[in-house]
């Protein structure tokens, strides 16, 4: 007989849920549990109106949460079934899950769970090293196992072609004086529960680089200094684009991110042309897939990092008042 989720398993499973990714790190979720359930929930007041007018980064940010919820509570040994925007009265309603019969975890639960912790966006410059075959082949499959696929870009007129479209995008969004604000106001030079860190955003981009750079207030290269030449670049892609394709998409960017962390590898996103609809439309015209990107990843090995801060659980979460 089904007993529900209590607070205390909400509250545990939501402090993995609160290490996936958003943009500029604006953790814009809430989990709440109604009936027994938990629910995922969009937090507006987090939104990037000028980055994210149409909320797809949130829907991203919120399922790659939910993927990271999924996880806590199969090694809790209570996992859940998903029902995605259960409630359409309630745009802001996610997802719901519900407890499903218990279970141990499986061995690749176990170590995409070990990784939440380890996973970081990785903005320097990555080793020459290549990415081997079985890698490769394991991040498609993470990908797949969520619905979605997954495109390598692989070589130099690949990379070259998806580049320009980048750099296109990233001039787009350069010459707007609301989102270059915006995104300063998430730059973070004192410690701080979110946005990113000025430590983290990595070095500052240079016109001869191959791949734009979001310029977060990272230090100076020093001259001659390049990043990688000929980096694996990956877009991640969904079916379609409603507002499930995206919770869907997020759900499949945590498994192939923590599949990534997993295996060594080191990630950073580039969303510029995703971002901009006319860059992502290029894109997806490029790559001749049926579906819409969602993510473009730059994988490859690199130095150690840390993951950014992340807020106090509790202020996550909306707890049912208890009866007198």
Do not use: K
């Not at 609160?18 to 507006?44: K, M, Y």
Request: hydrophobic share 40%; charged share 25%; glycine share 8%.
């Amino acid at each position: 007989m089904e007993t529900g989720y209590t607070a205390a398993q909400l509250r545990a499973a939501a402090t993995d849920a609160v290490r996936a990714p958003s943009l500029h790190n604006t953790q814009p979720w809430r989990f709440r549990l109604r009936d027994g359930g938990i629910e995922v929930r969009s937090d507006p007041a987090r939104r990037l109106p000028a980055t994210d007018p149409t909320g797809w980064g949130v829907r991203v940010a919120c399922g790659a949460a939910l993927f990271n919820l999924r996880l806590a509570l199969a090694m809790a040994g209570t996992p859940a079934t998903v029902r995605l925007r259960p409630h359409p009265a309630e745009p802001d309603v996610l997802a719901l899950l519900r407890p499903a019969a218990p279970r141990r975890p499986s061995p690749g639960e176990q170590a995409l769970y070990a990784a939440i912790p380890r996973r970081f966006s990785n903005r320097a410059p990555f080793w020459p090293d290549p990415v081997p075959a079985d890698a490769r082949w394991r991040l498609g499959e993470a990908a797949r196992a969520e619905q979605c696929w997954l495109e390598l870009l692989i070589g130099v007129s690949a990379v070259a072609a998806f580049a320009e479209i980048a750099r296109g995008a990233h001039r787009v969004l350069e010459r707007d004086p609301t989102y270059r604000a915006e995104r300063d106001e998430w730059v973070r030079t004192e410690p701080s529960p979110d946005g990113i860190p000025a430590a983290a955003g990595g070095p500052q981009g240079e016109p001869q680089d191959l791949l734009p750079t979001r310029g977060f207030g990272g230090l100076d290269r020093a001259p001659g200094r390049d990043f990688e030449p000929e980096p694996l670049v990956a877009v991640l892609g969904s079916p379609g684009n409603t507002a499930v394709d995206q919770v869907v998409a997020g759900q499949a960017l945590q498994r192939v991110l923590l599949a990534a962390t997993d295996s060594g590898l080191a990630v950073s996103m580039l969303s510029q042309p995703i971002e901009v609809p006319s860059a992502r439309e290029q894109l997806r015209q490029s790559l001749g897939r049926f579906g819409t990107p969602q993510m473009v990843m730059r994988i490859g090995y690199g130095q150690p990092g840390r993951p950014t801060p992340r807020r106090p659980v509790d202020e996550v979460l909306d707890l049912p008042v208890p009866h007198p």
